[in-house]
């Protein structure tokens, strides 16, 4: 157990619908990360937030929006899905710093009909 | 698209053989991680490698950073049954914490 909750485990939802995935991190890490991992990309980098503050961004689609709230937890909204948007979305965290080490949720996986 | 070119794509080993794979990338990285995923789970850490020359064992598993910042292996010695996934290499820096995957080796052990 790397201390990293997502809920849910498992969505199901139809094309142009929005969805919400939830992520709590690591007691103590103030980063988290948000990546996907389909058959075809591979694991991908999304987006980062620290302390609430968004960080960094990766390839993340303009559908696709994230936010950390004041008690470290995150979301990551997803609209106007596709079905080319099914696939594993995970969530990580860590501490941030020289010797920064991200440890991994065990995914929401989301699947679009 | 995926910035580190990991070999093998896939093995099929004997319990007991020992198993090594490799990630290299063109670019400079900071640090080097390794990970192990099981169907429908995150991805766990195996090892983190943080300095270039850098050797880590952790168990049966010995990775290393390459000296050039641009490469690094794995090795798991006398593999065993639940040596069975998918084991990614990962990499961070120098400018920012995102981490970049490869495309993962799929280990299959006989028994």
């Known amino acids: 157990d790397s201390g990293v909750t997502q809920t849910p485990k498992h969505l199901i939802t139809a094309t142009g619908q929005r969805v919400t995935l939830r992520c709590s991190p690591r007691s103590g890490d103030l980063s988290v990360y948000w990546y996907q991992q389909s058959l075809d990309q591979g694991l991908q980098f999304l987006i980062q937030y620290y302390n609430g503050e968004e960080r960094a961004k990766g390839n993340i689609l303009e559908r696709f929006s994230a936010q950390q709230f004041p008690d470290l937890h995150s979301e990551l909204n997803l609209s106007s899905l596709e079905l080319g948007d099914s696939a594993l979305y995970f969530c990580?965290?860590?501490?941030?710093?020289?010797?920064?080490?991200?440890?991994f949720g065990p995914g929401t996986r989301l699947t679009v009909l | 698209g995926q910035q580190l070119n990991q070999s093998p794509q896939s093995m099929f080993i004997q319990e007991g053989e020992d198993v090594s794979m490799n990630c290299t990338s063109s670019?400079?990285?900071?640090?080097w991680l390794w990970y192990k995923q099981d169907p429908g789970e995150g991805p766990v850490l195996l090892i983190a490698l943080y300095k270039a020359g850098e050797l880590t064992s952790n168990g049966r598993l010995t990775a290393q950073f390459g000296i050039t910042r641009k490469d690094s292996f794995l090795n798991i010695s006398a593999s065993i049954p639940s040596d069975v996934g998918i084991y990614f290499c990962a990499a961070q820096g120098p400018n920012d914490y995102k981490l970049s995957f490869g495309a993962g080796t799929t280990v299959t052990v006989r028994a």
């Open positions: 990580a965290s860590s501490v941030l710093g020289a010797r920064d080490t991200q440890y």
């Open positions: 670019s400079i990285f900071n640090t």
